[in-house]
């Protein structure tokens, strides 16, 4: 059973930067695929970017040259570094990891003010 934390959300202004944080625990396996995902108010759950354990990156069109995603898989730890936010940034991001099965974390809230 893998369990995810994620860490770094919070507030900030338009045109701001946050680095979000997850680390995965309870797997002695390198993940194959960790990623984030984010859910706004009144809106369906959507990817922002994904990275297996090689390197291989994917990245939705929104987010493109704004968000950086990073590993580091010694650690089984996954890095969303958020650059030029905009308001319509604002969701809960929710850390996900591949392992034989799907595994989320619990979110955590990223609110961009205009």
């Known amino acids: 059973q893998v369990q995810l934390v994620e860490s770094g959300g919070g507030l900030v202004q338009a045109g701001g930067t946050l680095r979000l944080s997850c680390a995965a625990s309870g797997s002695t396996f390198t993940i194959n695929v960790m990623g984030w995902y984010r859910q706004a108010p009144g809106k369906q759950r959507e990817l922002v970017a994904t990275m297996t354990s090689g390197g291989t990156t994917n990245y939705a069109d929104f987010v493109k040259g704004r968000f950086t995603i990073s590993r580091d898989n010694a650690k089984n730890t996954v890095y969303l570094q958020m650059n030029s936010l905009k308001p319509e940034d604002t969701a809960v991001y929710y850390c996900?990891?591949?392992?034989?099965?799907?595994?989320w974390g619990q979110g955590t809230q990223v609110t961009v003010s205009s």
């Open positions: 996900t990891a591949i392992l034989y099965s799907l595994y």
